[in-house]
Antibody, heavy 120, light 106 residues
């Protein structure tokens, strides 16, 4: 079945960077893109951006444009999301999800989530 | 920026019908997806393109989109339906989520 498996939780200091990985299986990676989303405790879902599994084209949410880099490695069917200059309010569970290209797009399935804690 | 508005909470008795609304300007012109997130789990899409139900999702769940409001309806609500529900649409190339609705089955 289609599955996305994410890397483990991270604890980072303010001003540092975090890189989260998302390994896809059960489908042809290059046929779909991967979106990254997050949910902070007590808050709602927030979309961070999308990367094509075919050619690496990206579409970042304006809020994260200056701090995020998304990459995709077709040889390992793995997507990565790096968030720089971390702040305390970046503490959240980060999810990858298949999909996110186009106005009819939806996210399915989702990875298991990666807790990123930003603390001094 | 585009805003989707949901009630923060909805309560329903077991076996009754729960309806969660999602309001946004000209929402009828957009494709709306709905996600269910149970406690401690990852979100799952339960409705996409406003009215379509993915395979494996209960037939008790349905979606509707008209005017400025989309809705998610769960008939015969069960304890397993207790979760946070989020609507989502696209605006200017970015995904926008509603604030989420906590469904409580009393």
């Amino acid at each position: 079945q289609i599955q996305l498996v994410q890397s483990g939780g991270e604890v980072k200091g303010p001003g540092t960077s975090v890189k989260v990985s998302c390994k896809a299986s059960g489908y042809t990676f290059s046929n779909n893109g991967i979106s990254w989303l997050r949910r902070a405790h007590g808050q709602g879902l927030e979309w961070m951006g999308w990367i094509s599994g075919y050619n690496g084209r990206t579409n970042y949410a304006q809020k994260f444009q200056d701090r995020v880099t998304m990459t995709a490695d077709t040889s390992t069917s793995t997507a990565h999301m790096e968030l720089r200059n971390l702040k305390s309010d970046d503490t959240a569970v980060y999810f990858c999800a298949r999909g996110g290209d186009g106005s009819a797009a939806y996210f399915d399935p989702w990875g298991q989530g990666t807790l990123v804690t930003v603390s001094s | 920026s585009y805003v989707l508005t949901q009630p923060s909470s909805v309560s329903v008795s077991p076996g009754q019908t729960a309806t969660i609304t999602c309001s946004g300007e000209n929402l009828r012109d957009k494709h709306v997806s709905w996600y269910q997130q149970r406690a401690g789990q990852s979100p799952v899409v339960v409705i996409y393109q406003s009215v379509k139900r993915p395979s494996g999702i209960s037939e008790r769940i349905s979606g509707f989109n008209s005017g400025d409001t989309a809705s998610l309806t769960i008939t015969g609500t069960q304890a397993m339906d207790e979760a946070d529900y989020f609507c989502q649409a696209w605006d200017s190339g970015s995904a926008v989520f509603g604030g989420g609705t906590t469904l409580t089955v009393l």
